[in-house]
């Protein structure tokens, strides 16, 4: 989770460096994990012996939250809205996390309905 936290935190910066471009620019980003250990390990300026063997270029989203950067923040896991785009899950889940992105889901017949209605 740290790791993946790390690559996470490596592409928004990314997307921000592109943001900037356009005149947008952001102060703390928002990170959300819901995984209370790699946040610890972020988050905690004490080192401890069991993570030692973590490569040190994962360590960047320390640095990134150390400096300011990124603020991170716990979600629990039922709400973790990406794995709407990244889990197999029950059309009552699908529709549960849909509803939290403000998304809306559409039945065959109600996307022709809407085809019709924009052909006349």
Known sequence: EYIALSG???QILWMRSQLSDYGLVLK???MYCDNKSAIAL???NVQHSRP???DIRYHFIKEQVEQGVIELYFVN???QLADLFTKALSRDRIEFLTNKLGMRSFRLETLKQLMNE???
């Open 118 to 120: 924009e052909d006349e």
């Open 52 to 54: 030692k063997h973590i």
């Open 8 to 10: 996470c935190c490596a």
């Open 28 to 30: 703390k980003i928002p």
């Open 42 to 44: 972020c988050c905690n």
């Open 77 to 79: 896991t039922e709400y």
